[in-house]
């Protein structure tokens, strides 16, 4: 039985072949099972271990060295404040205690109707627009504790804003094709290329 | 008096609000370079770029040209793009790939011409959502229209392209460490020897990392010729670069400026680029190219945007992020956080990183919120002595890689000039900034 | 000027100003090691990668460029490089990094098991901080965590090295544990539910620099400066990892591998490392175990009076024996026979054999016990050493699976072909750990051994033939294309791996595939994967039936071996299964079990009740109680290892010395000394006062054993042991790494007591170099009888009987640490049949053959072949008693195969 819904499994799959070596999908295949419950469950770190043939306590020993790759649950919505040098001359330290203030929750935690986690963030690469926010890692902008505080309004009131996805769904675009370029055609013009090339230089 | 006459090289569609499109692409000049390219031989796209002097625009500014000469002969071979950005204040290759994603798909489609590598990765920081989407449909639109792909625009050159996604991890832009995210484990930076991807890369080959803004300079080089790029700037820093100005200034943004032609004076004050400071106030101190950059001060105003012209002040131009830091700041605090970011983002790998970042942020930390003592302050610098040696720059180091060295560049940089402000810190038990 | 021949090979380099000369490629660190000067480290382990993180081994080194600051494990030492390690800057750098290692560290050496032999409070002591600057909070984790049964973590401790992890992943293949967060939060860790339940696990304990890793069964067991120690070799298998036994208050409490080049390269298995504790036992001291408990240490000889076994002396046990044997000695010979004698160390098989076959008269003796191979065949063949078959361009694995059988041979060929030294051609009737990294798969089912070998011989009937099976081929043309291509011309470079690839099928298969291919590729050589712990030294002292000590046959005895035996046996003996079988029916009088126990090691359980009902005398020499004794008429309590010195020779037949650390309790006695006080009785004038006189008169006596004598044996150049019929003079690899072995440096090398005083004049202290044995066992390699296996019917399935290095044998069982790691039956099932039969993994089956009908869970695994059933041999059912062995239930010794119907309940 596959931890992922048939058609992640599908997407993952079309990853490992991307890829000379299966390990490289790790990652992505990471963001993708993590859209499904914002955070990777143990069985989804299984079944990543089984597409990109290592152990699961490697999956896990390496989800963990990344900021965005979750092993605890999360709020529907991650709400990342800047607090970095450009962000915190800005007031980012203010703008997140705001944040705190606003979905009832500290940083590094989730808010008890599960709405929101908050989290500081290292620099964002937005630095002028600060303090730098982001909701689901898309750019909100709102600078201001009364932006913000709108925003979250709209949230926990259900809209679905179209520019913020569900938590852990990193690109909404896939890729379209596979890889194309056949190694037997590639072989064949690289020694066209060096005859010619040799030809050029004696 | 600034200097902005030069063209637009990489922010040329920018102004448009679908400038990246394919459509809009191709209606200003989109693929002409790589068409070009394609007529030529690589040896003489890679002598183009020799000609263009085109400095690494990562941080590090090594020529593109000579790293890519120095590519091991191999019938497998990478080419890797980085788009970690994750530098603090650094915020130029987020535009260009929100913003122009196909120029930077042409540029890497010369640069694997030219180096006859037919499968390369565009490595992009996680968190940049949207420019993740952007370039994969601009990658879609590129297979659809035959620019990549078998025999891309009916040449006889065939490679893949593939955007890949990092994670969250500001060491993963870092080349090395970046190759071992992409190999799918964790971002530990690889140990030197050897010096280089050339030579053992990317699954063991030889592979090329260059960054975003290097690879969408290409096209314009190509098109418009080695030697009119290298005319613009002085040498060895020509053409134009992206500054990321930020922190107190009153324009923050990306600027494209002419190398050299104008000084951080000018970047920061011109009406029309930084704007001056809004409070009205003075420098206190800058950073000139990202926070492992040693600080400058007012008296460094007047230094040339160039490469040499910042190294020669003990410094560097880095990943061309300026912060500007008014009289209003404490400069314990800038320290602090800038070393938490260190001790957050230290892979773990080396004891004098790993253990010297935590060790720094707690010291600075108890000094801000005034628990200081005085004998901090020789503590602190031995400490940062004992990552990199002689605290000289470039730095001596301890470490594997420059993360461990860049750490002490904040510390040093604020005892040295503002050692009055951290006694004040320890005297009155606490920052009267605040 | 003509060109240096070694300057290809070497390099000079500068050394705190001294020049020295080191080997090309070679890290600063070892070199200047060779060279006496010592660096510290902690991440830089000598037997894997460099990685170079810890960074205490910065020193200085200017290679044309001037100094800079370098890690000395990850440079190579270059042609006039200058390396500074004592100067300020190197001083301030390595006192940084250890202050900064301390930062986090807690300070609670008083009760750390590595307190005293801990390379990072040694190097605080030599070169650290008198008192610390880091006055905040330290990193805190909860006290230790179980990364398994065997292994402690305790994470405050952990200096993030990273030997651990890349042991588990680099070495043992089995990425179980690994670095879990970023930055100063990097912690070890194993996914849950998913313990490091490694059989190296050990190994981690013993590389980890400081107390992070412990080891269950030693944590608190004592503090190192109590400990004593002496050199050793391990008889947990026939790999004969050299090893360090430490004990402490009069018990065994640790074993620590030794950096042996030629064996372990300082690694061992679980089953070796922690299988002492069945050596300390667990008697309480405050009730008697049952004899029958195999727990039970034996203290006092035992002789059955009225039913029961009651304790004696030595003198009426042994008179007893010696009656029975005098009797047969002068009646019939024949009707004596001995079993077992792997247990045994050299000195103890020589005697053995000397009584029975030299004084007695019978040869019926064998060591093996219907799991091994036809002693002449293997003694015949050319024999291959581990580091050949590690540094072989192909090795053909034609055996049971090398991780359970022999762990350690196991990892130096994981090793040599994960490092592309070698290709393996994997002929195991299942994948093994070693399948996932050869090179070609050409599964041989039960029976068709000589087929695949024909087959790789280029025989097409052959190929034929297996396509014909009712499962069809289990390999395709191409993958053996591609092993023909592996094994070239005439075999050159080829090792051959061989063992039993099932106890279940006839030993003829295998023996008759090796024959094949020793005609075929002549150059191949062969690596024998016999399993238990001094077998092949028992076969060299002639412990089989038909031969004699030194690899002759009964017929061509040498001479020295002659003038010494009164006798030699005139006709063939009987093997292991064929006593069993005469004892049973009476034909055999006596049956002397020399640490065997048919019960546990006999595939077939019918065999061996019938020879238990027997009335015959059944006498016991062993260490551990067990169920057998409800049977022994003679109970002789026997030292076991650590409790003896002597010798011992490994499957490569490199002999090596064993350290006696010990005391056996009670009245227990050496093996060789039970034999010689037999053999006393019998009118034997031996002379033997020590075990050494034992090794001394093996050397003189035994063909290929000349000059490997006690003395020359306790020379530093044969601290590895010396491989037999090797020419080349042994070596042993230079300095122990401190930090791969702690301890090892301070404690005293050798205990060999029982050595000391009996050197003798003529032996000087010159390395041994022995001399090739005669070829008389030769005709066995050409005497390839076809052996057929019956075709499988459309019902039933084949059995493949493999072995599980947790089962129930001796060490096991008595050692409570890994008593409690034992595996259970179940039958393995392709999931192709299992799907077939209505079946799931989990369900509860009827198996059914011709002997007997029991039930066993199933489990599906992709790794049986189709048509087969695997089960282990030697493992009870979960909850059952530990007598009860399905696989020897189930098997009919007496048929080529054995095949069972599988069907749910
Ligand atoms: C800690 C660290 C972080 C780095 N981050 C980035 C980055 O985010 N983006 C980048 O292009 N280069 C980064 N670099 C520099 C890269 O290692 C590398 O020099 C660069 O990608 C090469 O491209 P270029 O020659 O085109 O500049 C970083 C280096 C270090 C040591
Ligand atoms: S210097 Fe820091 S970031 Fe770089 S490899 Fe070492 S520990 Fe990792
Ligand atoms: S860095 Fe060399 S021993 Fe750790």
Redesign the pocket.
């Known amino acids: 039985m596959s931890a992922l819904t048939p058609d992640r499994r599908t997407r993952a799959e079309h990853l490992v072949a991307l890829y000379p070596e299966k390990r490289s999908a790790l990652i992505p295949i990471c963001h993708i099972a993590q859209e499904q419950e914002g955070h990777l469950t143990d069985e989804l770190m299984i079944e990543v271990a089984e597409l990109v043939g290592v152990t699961p306590a490697e999956v896990q020993g390496t989800v963990s060295f990344y900021d965005m790759l979750r092993i605890e649950p999360v709020g529907k919505y991650v709400v990342s404040v800047c607090t970095n040098i450009a962000c915190l001359l800005a007031g980012g330290e203010e703008m997140l205690e705001h944040v705190e203030k606003t979905t009832g929750t500290r940083r590094g935690g989730t808010s008890s109707d599960g709405m929101f986690t908050v989290e500081e963030a290292e620099c964002l690469a937005d630095c002028d627009v600060v303090p730098c926010v982001q909701i689901n890692n898309r750019f909100v902008r709102t600078t201001t504790p009364e932006t913000f505080d709108a925003l979250a309004a709209r949230l926990r009131s259900g809209e679905t804003v179209t520019d913020i996805p569900t938590s852990g769904i990193v690109s909404r675009v896939e890729r379209s094709v596979g890889l194309v370029a056949d190694p037997e055609v590639v072989a064949q013009e690289r020694s066209a290329l060096r005859a010619s090339d040799q030809k050029a230089t004696s | 008096m600034s200097q902005l006459t030069a063209p637009k090289i990489v922010t040329s569609r920018i102004g448009f609000d679908d400038s990246f499109t394919l459509d809009r692409f191709l209606a200003t000049g989109g693929y002409e370079g790589l068409r070009k390219a394609l007529t030529m031989s690589p040896s003489e796209v890679c002598a183009q770029v020799d000609a263009a002097s085109l400095l690494?625009?990562?941080?590090?500014g090594?020529p593109?040209g000579r790293?890519w000469s120095m590519l091991r002969k191999n019938d497998v071979s990478y080419l890797v793009i980085?788009g970690?950005?994750?530098?603090p204040a650094t915020f130029k290759d987020h535009l260009l790939i929100e913003r122009d994603p196909h120029q930077l798909i042409e540029g890497v489609l010369i640069a694997a011409y030219a180096l006859q590598v037919n499968q390369a990765f565009i490595f992009i920081r996680g968190e940049f959502a949207l420019g993740l989407e952007r370039l994969q449909s601009a990658l879609n639109d590129a297979y659809a229209y035959g620019a990549v792909g078998t025999k891309i625009l009916n040449s006889s050159f065939s490679i893949d392209l593939v955007v890949h996604p990092g994670a969250g991890a500001?060491?993963c832009?870092?080349?090395t460490s970046l190759l071992e995210s992409l190999e799918g484990k964790r971002g530990f930076p690889r140990i030197k020897p050897p010096f280089f991807p050339a030579a053992i890369g990317l699954y063991g080959e030889p592979t090329v990392?260059?960054?975003?803004e290097?690879m969408s300079n290409l096209p314009w080089i190509i098109s418009n010729g080695g030697d009119a790029f290298a005319a613009l700037g002085e040498t060895p820093s020509t053409g134009t670069r992206l500054f990321a100005l930020a922190g107190h200034v009153r324009n923050p943004g990306v600027y494209e400026l002419e190398m050299v032609k104008n000084t951080f004076r000018d970047l920061i004050f011109d009406p029309a680029l930084g704007g001056g400071i809004p409070s009205g106030g003075r420098v206190k101190a800058f950073i000139p190219g990202g926070v492992s950059a040693p600080w400058f001060y007012e008296e460094d105003l007047d230094t040339p945007l160039g490469q040499g012209q910042v190294a020669d002040k003990g410094s560097m131009l880095g990943s061309g992020s300026v912060v500007v830091m008014d009289d209003s700041t404490c400069m314990v605090r800038a320290a602090w956080r800038i070393t938490r970011f260190f001790s957050r983002e230290s892979c773990g790998q080396c004891t004098p990183c790993r253990e010297g970042s935590g060790w720094l942020e707690r010291i600075l930390y108890r000094l801000e919120h005034g628990e200081g003592r005085v004998e901090d302050l020789d503590l602190l610098l031995d400490l940062c002595d004992n990552i990199a040696p002689g605290l000289s720059w470039p730095p001596q180091q301890t470490t594997i890689?420059?993360?461990g060295p860049s750490i002490p560049s904040s510390i040093h940089s604020a005892i040295s000039h503002f050692r009055d402000e951290f006694l004040a810190h320890v005297k009155e038990g606490g920052c009267s900034y605040a | 000027m003509p060109e240096q021949p070694e300057s290809s090979t070497t390099v000079s380099i500068t050394i705190d100003g001294r020049e020295v000369v080191a080997k090309k490629g070679e890290m600063v660190i070892a070199a200047a090691e060779n060279a006496g000067t010592y660096i510290p480290r902690f991440c830089y382990h000598p037997r894997m990668k460099p990685v170079g993180v810890c960074r205490m081994c910065l020193v200085e080194v200017d290679s044309g460029r001037g100094p800079t600051l370098q890690p000395a494990c990850f440079i190579e030492a270059t042609d006039q490089m200058t390396v500074v390690t004592d100067s300020e800057k190197v001083k301030k750098a390595q006192d940084g990094v250890l202050e900064f290692l301390l930062a986090n560290h807690p300070l609670d050496c008083p009760v750390c098991d590595k307190g005293g032999e801990c390379p990072l409070q040694d190097q605080t002591l030599a070169h650290g901080p008198g008192e610390t600057r880091f006055i905040e909070e330290k990193r805190h984790f909860e006290k230790p965590i179980a990364l398994s049964e065997l292994v402690l973590l305790d994470r405050e401790r952990c200096i993030q090295c990273s030997r651990c992890t890349r042991f588990a992943e680099e070495v043992a293949g089995e990425a179980l544990i690994d670095f879990l967060g970023r930055g100063d939060q990097v912690e070890v860790a194993m996914f849950p539910d998913e313990p490091f339940s490694s059989y190296f696990s050990g190994n981690t304990v013993q590389i980890c620099p400081v107390g992070a890793l412990t080891a269950t069964p030693y944590r608190f067991a004592a503090r190192p400066w109590d400990l004593e120690q002496v050199e050793t070799t391990c008889t947990g298998c026939a790999v004969g990892c050299r090893v360090a036994v430490q004990s402490s208050s009069g018990r065994l409490t640790r074993l620590l591998g030794v950096d042996a080049d030629p064996v372990n390269h300082s690694w061992m298995c679980d089953k070796g490392r922690f299988g002492f504790e069945a050596v300390n036992g667990v008697d309480d001291g405050n009730e008697e175990l049952a004899l029958t408990d195999p727990t039970r240490r034996l203290t006092e000889p035992m002789v059955r009076k009225n039913g029961t076994l009651v304790p004696v002396s030595w003198s009426e046990a042994l008179s007893a024996v010696a009656s029975q044997l005098k009797d047969a000695k002068e009646k019939d010979p024949q009707s004596v026979g001995a079993i077992g004698g792997a247990q045994l160390t050299n000195e103890g098989a020589f005697t053995w054999t000397s009584l029975i076959k030299g004084i007695v008269g019978s040869d019926s003796v064998d060591a093996q016990l219907g799991d091994g191979l036809d002693a002449q065949l293997v003694l015949a063949l050319p024999r291959a050493t581990i580091d050949e078959a590690a540094n072989a361009c192909t090795v053909i694995l034609l055996s049971g699976d090398l991780r359970e059988e022999l762990p350690v041979l196991f990892l130096r060929l994981r090793h040599s072909a994960v490092e592309a030294k070698n290709s393996l051609i994997d002929l195991g009737p299942r994948t093994s750990a070693l399948s996932a990294v050869a090179k070609v798969r050409l599964p041989a089912r039960p029976g068709e051994a000589p087929l695949v070998a024909r087959a790789l011989a280029g025989d097409v009937a052959a190929v034929t033939q297996l396509k014909g099976h009712r499962e069809g081929h289990t390999f395709g043309d191409e993958d053996l294309a591609s092993a023909q291509h592996l094994l070239g011309e005439d075999g050159s470079g080829v090792v051959v791996v061989i063992g039993r690839t099932s106890v279940a099928e006839d030993a003829a298969f295998v023996e008759s595939a090796a024959r094949i291919l020793h005609q075929r590729y002549p150059n191949a050589k062969f690596l024998p994967a016999l399993r238990r712990g001094n077998v092949m030294g028992a076969l060299e002292m002639g412990m089989a039936p038909g031969i004699l000590p030194g690899e002759t046959s009964l017929a061509q005895p040498g001479a020295a071996l002659r003038s010494w035996w009164p006798l030699v046996p005139g006709i063939q003996g009987k093997t292991a299964l064929e006593q069993l079988a005469a004892f049973g029916d009476g034909s055999q009088e006596v049956l002397l079990l020399l640490g065997a126990d048919p019960l546990a090691d006999v595939a077939d359980g019918a065999l061996v009740e019938r020879a238990l009902r027997s009335s015959g005398s059944l006498v016991c020499v062993s260490g551990h109680g067990g169920a057998i004794l409800e049977r022994a008429d003679v109970v002789l309590p026997a030292a076991v290892v650590h409790e003896r010195a002597g010798t011992t020779t490994n499957i490569e037949g490199r002999v090596s010395r064993l350290g006696q650390k010990m005391v056996a309790p009670g009245l227990a006695w050496s093996d060789w000394m039970i034999a010689a006080e037999l053999a006393a009785a019998l009118g034997a004038q031996w002379e033997f006062t020590a075990v050494g006189d034992v090794t001394d008169q093996i050397a003189a006596v035994v063909q290929g054993f000349s000059g490997i004598s006690s003395n020359a044996l306790a020379q530093p150049a044969t601290r590895d042991g010396v491989v037999l019929g090797s020419t080349a003079a042994p070596t042993t690899a230079g300095l122990l790494d401190p930090m791969a072995t702690p301890g090892m440096v301070s404690a005293e090398e050798f205990g060999l007591g029982s050595y000391a005083g009996i050197v003798r004049g003529e032996e000087q202290a010159q390395a041994p170099t022995s001399g090739a044995g005669a070829p008389s066992l030769t005709t066995s390699l050409s005497s390839g009888e076809n052996v057929i296996s019956p075709a499988l019917d459309n019902y039933s399935l084949r059995i493949v009987g493999t072995h599980t290095l947790y089962d129930n044998g001796a060490n096991i069982v008595g050692s409570p640490s890994l008593s409690a790691l034992r595996k259970v039956a179940v039958a393995m099932v392709n999931p192709y049949d299992l799907d077939r039969l209505g079946l799931a993994t989990g369900d509860k089956a009827k198996l059914r053959s011709g002997r007997a009908t029991i039930i066993l869970p199933v489990e599906a695994d992709a790794g049986v072949l189709r048509g087969t059933v695997v089960l282990n041999a030697n493992v009870t059912v979960h909850g059952a008693e530990r007598r009860e062995n399905p696989l020897a239930s189930l098997v009919d010794s007496s048929l080529p195969v054995n095949d069972v119907v599988l069907e749910s309940l």
């Open positions: 690494g625009r990562g941080g590090a090594f593109a790293k980085n970690d950005e994750s530098e500001y060491i832009g870092e080349e990392v260059n960054n975003v290097t890689c420059v993360l």
